[in-house]
Each structure stands twice: as C-alpha cells, then as structure tokens.
C-alpha cells in the first residue's frame, strides 16, 4: 500500500513538475508569437472568434438573468430594512467581483477548453503534431501558443462585456417589472463602484484564461495516440480547469479579504 502511495505521489510530482515547463514554454512561445508572421496570426484571430465572440449570446443573457435577479431581490428584501442602497454595492460584489469572472470561465471551459483539447488530440492522433516536429517546426509555437493568447483575450472581453449587461443592461429588465428611476440606479451604481472592483475582476479573468487554456493544451498534447483517448482528454480538460478555476477563485478571494 505505501509503496503503490509512494509512486503515486512521484507521478504526481513528474507531472507536476512536466506541466510546469510546459506552462513556461508556452509562455515564451506565445511572447515570440507576432514574430512569425500570418500562420500563427491567423490562429490567434479564429481563436478569439470562437472563444469571444461565439460566446457573447450566452454571456449575456446569463448577466442579464443575474443582474436582474439580485435587482429585483435587493430591492425587495434590503428596503425592509432601510438599506435598499445597499443592492448596489451588492450588485457590483456578486457580478463586478465574483460571479461574472467565474460563470465567464464556466462558460469558455464548456466551450473552448473542449475544443481545443479535442482538437489537438485529434491531431495527435492523426499524426500531425509530429509532422510539424519532423519539418523542424515547434508545435507549441504554432499550436499552443496563438490558442493561450486567444482564450486569455477573450476571457478579458468576456468579463468586460458581463460587467456592462449585468450592471446595466440588466436596468432594461427590472423596469419591466419593478421600475426604478434611471438616474437615481445609475447614480447609486457609479457611487458604489470602485476601480479595485474591476481591477480585481479583470485579475481574476486573466489567472482563470490562463488556467483554462494551459490545461486544455496540455490534456490534448497528452493524448498518445489512440482515438479513445482524444474524448477523455476533454473530460479531462473540463474537470481539471473547473477545480483549478474555482481553487484560484477562493485562494484570490480569501487574499482580499482576509489579508
């Protein structure tokens, strides 16, 4: 038993350790990237199209939803009590803060994260990875790198375009049903938001797009060879970045709080 534990816990520590390099390879790569000209250009551009744009429907209706529903329950509840300019600050809390970064991540990792791992381990499994090695080209400068700056990218716009509709677009929606003045929301919005809540926010959407696209190309360059392991790699990619998205998000949230 200890023995099976002891080599278990050196896997760990190996693949730690490879998955580290492979994170500062990436990096280094994805510096160098403008440097080489159209092909990876061209990548980085269909990346952000699929991972940002694609995504802004479901972003917005999901900030939508949220923005409206803490309206329409703040107003409500907090006025009990007298502090119904609190639904402001807690508004900018929920979206600015904490959700909007985290349900933007759940979103590119459904979609994004994937895609890529699938699409890089379909192309293990085919043979090309190895065919960009035999004509001298690295595949992380090509493959992986145009795919981490695109997922990064689009997490920022992603986050950006959250904040917008769920602190104001979601004004359009609560007059449908509870109307508030227009100047009297906005004012008392702009009163309780402070740039650390964006600065924080956008923190958190660049750690997360990172998070999101180093494991999925990792669980796709990991893929050996056979075609059943190209749907595991996904599976893989998805629960690996939802742990590590969430682990980020309670370790960055804890050091503003209790640090």
Known sequence: MLDRIGSAAIRGFDEFLYSLGFFVQVLKESALLFRRGQVGFRVLV????????????????????????????????????????????????????????????????????????????????????????????????????????GVVVSMLVLDIYFNVFGLMGSFAVVQLLRPIGFEEYFRSLFAALAPGDLLLGFAKSLVFGVIISVVSLYRGFAVEGSVTEVPVAGIRAVGSSFMLCILAEVVMTAILYLG
């Not at 949220?66 to 502090?83: C, K, R, T, V």
């Not at 759940?106 to 381990?121: C, D, K, N, P, Y």
């Open 46 to 149: 269909m990346q952000i199209l699929f991972t940002g744009i694609e995504a802004l429907g479901i972003a917005a209706a999901m900030a939508l939803a949220i923005g409206a529903a803490i309206n329409l329950i703040g107003s409500s509840l907090l006025a009990e009590f007298g502090q119904g300019k609190l639904m402001y600050t807690i508004l900018i809390v929920v979206i600015a803060r904490e959700l909007g970064p985290l349900l933007t991540a759940f979103i590119v990792i459904a979609r994004s994260g994937t895609a890529i791992a699938t699409e890089l381990g379909g192309m293990a499994v085919g043979h090309e990875i190895e065919a960009y090695v035999a004509v001298g080209v690295n595949p992380i400068s090509y493959l992986a790198a145009p795919r981490f700056l």
